[in-house]
């Protein structure tokens, strides 16, 4: 709040599904969900593109009317994978959404 006072994007942990995830563990989110990362260390993979739309909480450029209309609105959270020993090799994971 001090950072950005008046920002709606301060509300967002309020609808945002809150995970911890282990070393090893994965999940996979669809196009068009709103995520954040508060700690740690993630490799996030995605489809080649420099399509940002921020909500809030930064100094950047912020496209509401634009974020509101991509959204899909389901709800639940994703499963999370520990994924499968690939090669025949218990050091290397194969991980499928």
């Known amino acids: 709040a001090q950072q950005f006072p008046n920002d709606a994007g301060a509300m967002a942990p309020f609808f945002l599904n809150y ?8 999940f996979y989110m669809a196009a068009n969900e709103p995520h954040a990362y508060v700690a740690g260390e993630i490799l996030e993979c995605m489809a080649c593109s420099d399509n940002v739309v921020r909500a809030g909480l930064t100094p950047k450029f912020k496209d509401v009317p634009n974020l509101v209309s991509m959204l899909t609105y389901s709800m639940g959270g994703p499963s999370i994978d520990s994924g499968t020993p690939a090669y025949g090799d ?8």
Do not use: H, N, V, W
């Open 19 to 26: 995970l911890l995830i282990a070393p090893g563990e994965s």
């Open 90 to 97: 218990d050091r290397i994971m194969r991980y499928t959404p």
